[in-house]
């Protein structure tokens, strides 16, 4: 059974690096990993997407192991606004596809 | 770039009636939409896929015949819930993709949040 798991919430301070991780031990072998961020009410906000190795744009870094079968977003130096709940979207293969959803984690910056 | 956006942000229905959700992509053609459901405290849900010009695919345990999906253009999908119960208030977010591949980087539309009384 397809399965994408995050820890359900993460603490922080400002100015701290923040590594969320999220498994997903049955990734197809085409797909990609993609990061949101989304916060209350709203739709995702596009993080960062990798398929394997390290990927890094102005906000993120995304490391994805040789098996892929986990992946982990790093935000270097949260600040308050970084509140929110991240999360991970993995593919599984199949007739369709099937796109899932990590279960999300819940960052909280403090000050 | 890479724009969606949803109408209405907000809606509240009686029972039994008939509401329709619009997500456009404002800035790229999207030959593939995505429509989600999310409860509260809960992860994004995917109902159906739409392609533009064929039938949607919805997954199992969505009702086509209560979610209704049409993709007429490039730019255009609508989601109608038909007959909207209690049990189907929830928060509504489309996505939308340049190219056929699931693989390609969804954009979300802001989220539509139906609530029946």
């Known amino acids: 059974l397809a399965k994408t798991t995050q820890p359900i919430s993460m603490d922080s301070y400002e100015g701290q690096e923040v590594n969320i991780t999220c498994s997903h031990n049955?990734?197809?072998?085409?797909?990609?990993i993609t990061w949101y961020q989304q916060f209350p009410s709203q739709g995702p906000r596009f993080i960062i997407q990798?398929?394997?190795t390290k990927v890094t744009n102005e906000v993120a870094s995304l490391f994805i192991p040789a098996d892929r079968k986990s992946s982990t977003l790093s935000l270097p130096r949260v600040s308050l606004s970084d509140t929110a709940v991240y999360y991970c979207l993995v593919g599984y293969g199949g007739a369709t596809n099937k796109l899932i959803f990590g279960t999300g984690t819940l960052l909280a910056v403090q000050p | 770039g890479a724009v969606v956006s949803q109408h209405p942000s907000r809606v509240i229905c009686k029972s039994g009636t008939s509401v329709k959700i619009e997500c456009r992509s404002l800035?790229?053609?999207?030959?593939?939409m995505f429509w989600y459901r999310q409860f509260p405290k809960q992860s994004l849900m995917l109902m159906a896929t739409?392609?533009?010009?064929?039938?949607?695919?919805?997954e199992q345990g969505v009702e086509k015949d209560k979610f209704l999906i049409n993709h007429a253009s490039l730019t255009l999908s609508t989601l109608t819930v038909t007959s909207a119960h209690p049990e189907d208030s929830s928060f509504y977010i489309c996505?939308?993709?340049?190219?056929?591949?699931?693989?390609?980087?969804?954009?979300f539309g802001p989220g539509t949040r139906l609530t029946v009384l």
């Open positions: 800035d790229f053609q999207a030959t593939t």
């Open positions: 996505s939308a993709v340049e190219g056929q591949g699931v693989t390609d980087t969804q954009y």
């Open positions: 739409s392609n533009e010009g064929s039938k949607a695919t919805y």
């Open positions: 049955n990734i197809a072998t085409n797909d990609y």
């Open positions: 990798g398929y394997k």
